[in-house]
């Protein structure tokens, strides 16, 4: 019995090792599972589309950023204009102070931005290639 199945271990080790090598000096071909290499595939693919929004992602970020540094200088103008005229202090105040406070609103949601291109960036160039990379090493 032990004899057995140490001959059948014996066996199915030699035929594997026989088809690792074969495949590896291009003699035979490969061995695939089929499933697998669809999983593969549709793990490539998502990459690729998490890449495209990360893309997007970062663009909004950077004009994202310049329109609240446009709203800080708005302010700021306002601001100034509001102790140059008199006359218009009251309406050059309000538009400061909005100008300000959808600086402060977009401030915090530039760091929401930040945060989830930091998460996706890590998801596509860490996570995602990391497995690819285990995937190559067994192919």
């Known amino acids: 019995e032990k004899f057995d199945i140490v001959k059948k271990w014996g066996i199915n080790t030699y035929k594997c ?4 090598i074969s495949e590896r000096f ?8 089929l499933e697998l290499e669809t999983q593969i595939e549709l793990l490539r693919e998502t990459k690729r589309k998490y890449e495209c929004v990360l893309q997007l992602a970062r663009a909004l970020t950077n004009h994202f950023y310049s329109l609240v540094q446009t709203q800080h200088a708005l302010g700021d103008a306002f601001a100034d204009l509001s102790q140059k005229s008199p006359e218009l202090q ?10 300000k406070l959808l600086c402060k609103n977009g401030e915090t949601l ?14 596509v160039n860490k996570t995602m290639e990391d497995t690819l990379m285990t995937v190559k090493q067994y192919e």
């Not at 090792?17 to 690792?20: E, G, P, V, Y």
């Not at 009251?90 to 100008?99: D, R």
């Open 17 to 20: 090792t026989k088809q690792l």
């Open 90 to 99: 009251e309406e050059f105040g309000y538009n400061a102070e909005t100008q």
């Open 110 to 123: 530039l760091g929401a931005v930040n945060f989830f291109v930091s998460s996706i960036n890590t998801l």
């Open 26 to 33: 291009g003699r035979g071909s490969r061995t695939v599972d």
